[in-house]
C-alpha cells in the first residue's frame, strides 16, 4: 500500500493532495535527505508493521547508476513490497532513476517503472515525471513550530532481525510527545536506517536485512510498450 | 528414502528461474500426465496436466499451500474439500500463475495441475475471431499454442436444439460450407445431433446436446484447413 502511495506521491500534482500515511510521510522526509554516498549494489529490507497484524517487508536495492536526462549522477534503485521477507514474489515493483544529488524527492526523479501485482511492469512516461520535476523536499508539520524539539542520543548497539548494528537514536517531539523515534546507523546501506517508531499509532519499521550483492530483478517492459500516464485527481 | 528425494527435487522443480522450461506443479508419489501441448484456453496459455492420488483432497492442498507459502509465493486457497478446492500461487516477478483443482472422484483425489501466463496472449495469426452464436450464454476457445491441433469452441446457447442447429446450418452455409453427414447424437436421455461440415479440405464438425428444453450445448472442431 505505501508502495501505490509512493507512486502517486512522486508523480502527482502537489493540487492533488495525495496522503502517503504516517509511515509513508515519515520515511519520505527521511529519503528526501539524499542518497549521495550509496552505492551499486547495496541492499536493505525492512519489514512493516502497522500495529494491526498486517506485516509487510520492503527492499530498496541501488542495481545500477548512469546520467539522468537532466546530466545529472543517478541511481537505478529497486523497490520492492510483498508478505514474506524473501520477496521472491512481491505484490508491487518500482524501479526509480533517482539523482544523487535531490535524493528521493519529486524533482530527483527522472525516469519509474512500476508494476503491481502479476501485472507485467510498465514505464511511467516523461510528461508525468516532469510535471513534478521541481525541487520540493516535503517538510512535516510542525518542523517549523516553535513547539517542535528534536533530540539525539548516545550510540548504541540496536538489535534487529538482521543482527545488531550501532545506531544513534533520534526523538521528534512535538508539544512533548514522541511523535517520532529514529535509530540512525552507519552499517546500514542505502538509507542508514536501522529503525523507526511512530509510537503514536504503533507503527514500526525495522532492520530485516541487508548486504552488498543486489542485482537487478525486476524485469523491465519493451521500450515500445505504451508508458503509463498519470494524472493529479481530487483537484477541481 | 525416496520421499525425500522427491520433496527436494518438486521444492527444487518450482523454484526454477524463469529462463528456464516453466515446469508444472507436481505433487510427490504421483505420476502427472500432460493434458495436450501447451494450450490456448479463451485466449490465454495454459499448461496442464492431471494426476491421481489416494491422499484426501485436503493433505493435497494442505502440501501445495504450505510448499508455496514456505517460498514466499502468495497463495489462495478457494473451495471446500467435499466438493473442489483450488490452491493458486501467484509468481509476480515472472507472470505465472501455477494452480492445482482438486476433486475427489472413486475415491482418490483427482488433481488438475496446471501453470497460467498472465502476461503473454496469443496472435490472431490475422485469422478474424468467429463471433459467438446468437444467444451464447457461454463461449470459450480451445486449441494448441504451437497450432498443432485444431481449434475447440465449447457453447452453451440459450435455445432450443431445432434453433440452434438451424443457427449453426446457417452461419456455415453462409461461410461456404456443406453439411455433408448428419447423425443421431442422442446419448443418456438427452437429445443430441452430429454434424459434418466441409469446404474443400476443411472440415467443422458440430456436436449439440440439448441440456434442457431451452438451453443447448454445442462443441464445434476446426479440422483441417480450417481457423486455427
Redesign the interface.
Known amino acids: 500500500m505505501i508502495g501505490l502511495a509512493l507512486v502517486a506521491w512522486i508523480a502527482a500534482a502537489p493540487a492533488a493532495g495525495v496522503d502517503v500515511g504516517p509511515v509513508g510521510r515519515a520515511l519520505l522526509a527521511h529519503m528526501a535527505q539524499g542518497l549521495s554516498d550509496a552505492r551499486t549494489g547495496e541492499w536493505v529490507t525492512y519489514r512493516l508493521d502497522p500495529g494491526d497484524g498486517r506485516v509487510t517487508f520492503w527492499r530498496l536495492a541501488v542495481v545500477g547508476e548512469e546520467k539522468d536526462r537532466l546530466g545529472r549522477d543517478a541511481y537505478w534503485l529497486e523497490m520492492e513490497w510483498?508478505?514474506?521477507?524473501?520477496?521472491?514474489?512481491?505484490?508491487a515493483?518500482l524501479r526509480l532513476l533517482v539523482a544523487k544529488e535531490a535524493g528521493l524527492s519529486r524533482g530527483g526523479i527522472t525516469r519509474m517503472f512500476w508494476?503491481q501485482?502479476?501485472?507485467?511492469a510498465a514505464e511511467v512516461d516523461e510528461a508525468s515525471l516532469a510535471a513534478t520535476a521541481r525541487p520540493a523536499a516535503p517538510r512535516e508539520r510542525g518542523t517549523d513550530d516553535a513547539s517542535a524539539l528534536v533530540r539525539t542520543g548516545e550510540q548504541s548497539m540496536l538489535m534487529t532481525a538482521a543482527g545488531s548494528v550501532a545506531a544513534v537514536p533520534v526523538e521528534a517531539f512535538y508539544r512533548q510527545t514522541a511523535v517520532k523515534r529514529l535509530w540512525i546507523s552507519r552499517q546500514v546501506p542505502v538509507l542508514h536506517l536501522a529503525k523507526l517508531e511512530l509510537p503514536a499509532v504503533h507503527h514500526t519499521l525495522e532492520l530485516q536485512g541487508y548486504g552488498v550483492q543486489a542485482k537487478p530483478?525486476?524485469?523491465l517492459p519493451d521500450p515500445k510498450e505504451t508508458k503509463i500516464h498519470l494524472e493529479a485527481g481530487g483537484a477541481p | 528414502m525416496r520421499q525425500p528425494l522427491i520433496l527436494a527435487l518438486g521444492a527444487l522443480a518450482a523454484a526454477v528461474p524463469?529462463a528456464a522450461e516453466q515446469p508444472l506443479p507436481t505433487y510427490p508419489g504421483t505420476v502427472h500426465t500432460r493434458i495436450g501441448n501447451d494450450l490456448v484456453i479463451g485466449g490465454e496459455y495454459y499448461r496442464m496436466a492431471y494426476f491421481l492420488t489416494p491422499d484426501p483432497v485436503a493433505r493435497v492442498a494442505q502440501y501445495f499451500a504450505a510448499e508455496w507459502d514456505r517460498?514466499?509465493?502468495?497463495t489462495t486457497v478457494d473451495g471446500s474439500p467435499a466438493s473442489q478446492l483450488v490452491v493458486s500461487?501467484?509468481?509476480?516477478?515472472?507472470?505465472?500463475?501455477r494452480s492445482v483443482v482438486l476433486c475427489r472422484r472413486g475415491g482418490k483425489t483427482l488433481g488438475f495441475s496446471v501453470l497460467k501466463d498472465?502476461?503473454t496472449r496469443p496472435d490472431a495469426g490475422g485469422v478474424a475471431e468467429e463471433a459467438p452464436l446468437e444467444g451464447a450464454l457461454f463461449t470459450q476457445d480451445f486449441s494448441a499454442r504451437d497450432g498443432a491441433v485444431g481449434r475447440a469452441r465449447t457453447e452453451l446457447v440459450a435455445a432450443d436444439l431445432g434453433t440452434v442447429r438451424a443457427r449453426v446450418v446457417a452461419r456455415l452455409t453462409g461461410q461456404g460450407f456443406r453439411l455433408v453427414k448428419e447423425t443421431d447424437g442422442s446419448e443418456a436421455g438427452r437429445k443430441g445431433l452430429v454434424m459434418e461440415f466441409g469446404k474443400g479440405g476443411a472440415r467443422v464438425m458440430q456436436v449439440l446436446t440439448a441440456v434442457d428444453p431451452a438451453t443447448t450445448a454445442r462443441v464445434q472442431t476446426w479440422m483441417g484447413e480450417g481457423p486455427r
Open positions: 510483498g508478505t514474506h521477507a524473501a520477496l521472491a514474489a512481491p505484490l515493483q508494476a501485482g502479476a501485472d507485467r530483478r525486476m524485469i | 524463469a517460498l514466499g509465493i502468495p500461487a501467484f509468481y509476480t516477478r515472472e507472470g505465472l500463475q498472465l502476461w
